[in-house]
């Protein structure tokens, strides 16, 4: 195999997903210092320092008072070639967020185990399971008490609605945390007390066989507790089925604690294994082999804004096919424009560099002279594709924009949309008004803030938002359908996106349900299609 294919199939793209606390920066942070990017000493001089430096890359936007990007590092470990695409939560929750999934070619999921699933994971889950990528879960905060293991396993696989496959087992949690039971190789690795993960844990590994062993090292109690939770586990849980895992029907899961650094290698060795090489991705003419001698690549995600006095941007995309070679000329497929990607860079820890080359399974980010927008194709000039673009993801909260001085309705128009295409909000009119009614809707209402903040500091338009009551948006399938003639409920409200694609907003979902029944073959949509 030439360096090219290896180049490749050393790639593992992931996304890494939690609800907010649960510990994804941590991991992270540990599967860095893995990595050898920052050192152990590094690492815990303080968590600030370091969630910093993976978190919030750009302390630009961060003063500005946005910090809605997610991060995307590049690491090596044991030969792979590692690129972890880190999704923002709580209030930084956003459109970028879902996005971010589909720029990636399997999850890894953080849980807490003293809390189970929660909120934010569900939604995220549900974009990964639209997917069907390959999702891994990592159960954390094992040195604090947990629930019952069953327990939580059993509230995956209800709440989330995929099987689960234990790799391995805790050993007790909390101040009786003792290790875990490893089920491939039928042994204990003990936990050791690392200082919060300042120094490498000293562990011992035990076979299950060697009951006197275990007793001494663990105690009789928690010795008899595991071996039937073995039985009973090998009893009840699924078999391990590759094919399962990567059509992500089936989550491997893993236990350990990301503060004190255990089990994360564990968890980072098996999961280099069996996440995939990167995925051929489809195309309106059929799948594309990331092999492909032709680069290709979508954008996932525009940044805007880097510098206010330039207006500038940056585009996020994700290379499909192919390497990237920063002087080799490119077609971004939209416009039809032949040209040179300027200022490639990748994202490393806590900074930026110049690349001049990338493979299938990078991330990039390219300076935006405003032509890029969300889902765009950019490939080989000589075999052009596009790719299948990024749905739009329902908003959950509505506003509409009153501007204050309409002597300034021009930069007012003109700054509104351009937040929009950036994908940043969603915008929408009345069925059949001018610009006049804009409704403003996000997917995370941190959004709203950034819209006023925006038009404040870069169009200098004042505006007031009046949340509306909004919670559900349906885009309308049908393609031959009179709009205006749909009778809906009361509440009901018909407006148009920015394409000028009609679609119904509901205040609940019973409304939903009853606009469906009153006319008669209407299919209706969470996610617009482009
Ligand atoms: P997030 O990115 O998912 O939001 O979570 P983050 O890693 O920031 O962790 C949230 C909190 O949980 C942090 O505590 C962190 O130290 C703690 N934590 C993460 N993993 C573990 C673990 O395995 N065990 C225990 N006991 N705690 C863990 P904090 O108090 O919010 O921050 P800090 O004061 O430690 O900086």
């Known amino acids: ?81 590692i690129n972890i695409l880190d999704t923002p939560g709580h209030q930084d929750f956003s459109e970028d967020t879902y996005r971010t999934l589909m720029a990636a070619d399997s999850a890894v999921m953080v849980i807490d185990a003293s809390k189970g699933v929660e909120a934010q994971t569900r939604k995220l889950f549900k974009v990964c399971g639209m997917r069907g990528i390959p999702i891994f879960t990592f159960i954390n905060k094992l040195d604090r008490d947990a629930r019952d293991t069953f327990e939580l396993l059993d509230d995956i696989e209800k709440e989330l609605g995929i099987a689960t496959c234990p790799v391995n087992w805790p050993i007790g949690s909390g101040k009786k945390f003792k290790g875990v039971y490893d089920r491939e190789s039928r042994s204990i690795v003990t936990y050791s007390d690392t200082q919060k993960g300042t120094k490498e844990g000293e562990t011992k590994v035990i076979s299950i066989d060697d009951e006197a062993a275990m007793d001494a090292e663990i105690g009789d109690e928690a010795t008899e507790k595991l071996l039937m939770e073995i039985e009973l586990l090998d009893g009840a849980s699924e078999e391990f089925d590759i094919d399962a895992v990567r059509a992500g029907k089936l989550t491997p899961v893993f236990f350990g604690s990301a503060l004190t650094n255990f089990g994360v290698e564990i968890f980072l060795k098996h999961f280099l294994e069996m996440a995939t090489t990167p995925l051929p991705r489809q195309t309106a003419d059929g799948l594309v082999d990331p092999h492909s001698d032709d680069f290709s690549a979508f954008v996932f995600k525009i940044q805007a804004n880097m510098n206010k006095a330039h ?78 673009g990024i749905p739009t993801f329902a908003p959950e909260h509505f506003a509409r924009v009153r501007q204050m001085d309409t002597m300034k309705r021009k930069q007012f128009v003109k700054g509104i949309n351009q937040i929009a295409q950036e994908g940043a909000i969603q915008i929408f009119q009345e069925l059949n008004s001018g610009l006049e009614e804009i409704i403003v809707g996000v997917v995370g209402v941190l959004q709203f803030d950034v819209l006023k903040f925006r038009l404040e500091n870069e169009y200098n338009v004042e505006i007031r938002l009046e949340p509306l009551p909004y919670e559900h948006i349906r885009w309308i ?17 018909k407006v148009t996106d920015l394409k000028g694609r009609p679609l119904l907003l509901f205040i609940n979902s019973w409304s939903i349900q009853m606009t469906i029944d009153r006319n008669k073959g209407l299919e209706l949509s969470e996610f617009a299609r482009n």
């Open 1 to 81: 195999m030439g360096t090219f294919d290896k180049e490749i199939d050393r790639r593992r793209t992931f996304a890494i997903i939690s609800h907010p606390d649960a510990g994804k920066t941590t991991l992270t942070e540990k599967f860095l210092l893995y990595g050898g990017q920052i050192n152990l000493a590094g690492s815990v001089k303080g968590k600030a320092t370091a969630r910093h430096a993976v978190s919030d890359w750009m302390e630009i936007e961060k003063q500005r008072g946005i910090s809605v990007t997610s991060s995307v590092l590049q690491f090596e470990y044991d030969g792979y070639c």
């Open 477 to 493: 399938e049908n393609k031959d359908i009179d709009v205006a003639k749909l009778t809906g409920t009361s509440d009901m409200k």
């Open 311 to 388: 207006r500038d941007r940056l585009a996020f995309m994700r290379i499909c096919s192919g390497k990237f070679n920063a002087d080799e000329e490119v077609c971004h497929v939209q416009s039809g424009k032949v040209m040179r990607l300027s200022q490639p860079q990748q994202i490393m820890a806590d900074e930026r560099k110049i690349l001049s080359e990338a493979y299938a399974g990078d991330i990039i980010g390219v300076f935006d002279p405003g032509i890029f927008s969300i889902g765009d194709t950019v490939c080989a000039p000589r075999k052009k594709v596009t790719y299948e």
